[in-house]
């Protein structure tokens, strides 16, 4: 199976889900069979006026992942995950990051057609 990326508040699977994708604290990128994880920082996209969630795309784009479990995404942000080939599992909210791959590894993901945030003006 291949990597995939959880928005998270922390660098642990037992810290929240972060259910903003461009402005998540970071991601936790893991193997959901071994259950193998790092943490990837995404300060930087937090501190942008705009583009966050395309730089936030790019940045999980660099670590391979095929699959990125969010709270919301915005258009832009959508497009590029779309273009890097990666499917977007949205509407995960009010739980870990634990609890996300749980619901992931079980089959209980709402895939995305589209964005389910508007873009920031």
Same mark, same amino acid.
């Given at each position: $199976?291949?990597?995939?990326?959880?928005?998270?508040?922390?660098?642990?699977?037992?810290?929240?889900?972060?259910?903003?994708?461009?402005?998540?604290?970071?991601?936790?990128?893991?193997?959901?069979?071994? $259950?193998?994880?790092?943490?990837?920082?995404?300060?930087?996209? %937090?501190?942008?006026?705009?583009?966050?969630?395309?730089?936030?795309?790019?940045?999980?784009?660099?670590?391979?992942?095929?699959?990125?479990?969010?709270?919301? !995404?915005? *258009?832009?942000?959508?497009?590029?995950? %779309?273009?890097?080939?990666?499917?977007?599992?949205?509407?995960?909210?009010? $739980?870990? !990051?634990?609890?996300?791959?749980?619901?992931?590894?079980?089959?209980?993901?709402?895939?995305?057609?589209? *964005?389910?945030?508007?873009?920031?003006?």
């Amino acid at each position: $199976m291949s990597k995939i990326a959880v928005c998270s508040e922390g660098p642990g699977l037992d810290d929240l889900l972060d259910p903003r994708f461009g402005r998540a604290a970071g991601f936790i990128i893991v193997d959901p069979d071994t $259950m193998v994880f790092e943490y990837v920082d995404n300060g930087s996209s %937090q501190a942008m006026g705009q583009g966050a969630g395309i730089q936030a795309a790019e940045t999980v784009a660099r670590t391979g992942v095929k699959v990125v479990l969010t709270g919301s !995404v915005g *258009p832009k942000a959508f497009q590029a995950l %779309q273009a890097a080939g990666i499917k977007v599992g949205q509407n995960f909210d009010n $739980m870990s !990051v634990r609890q996300a791959l749980e619901r992931y590894r079980s089959g209980q993901v709402e895939w995305a057609e589209q *964005p389910n945030r508007q873009g920031r003006r």
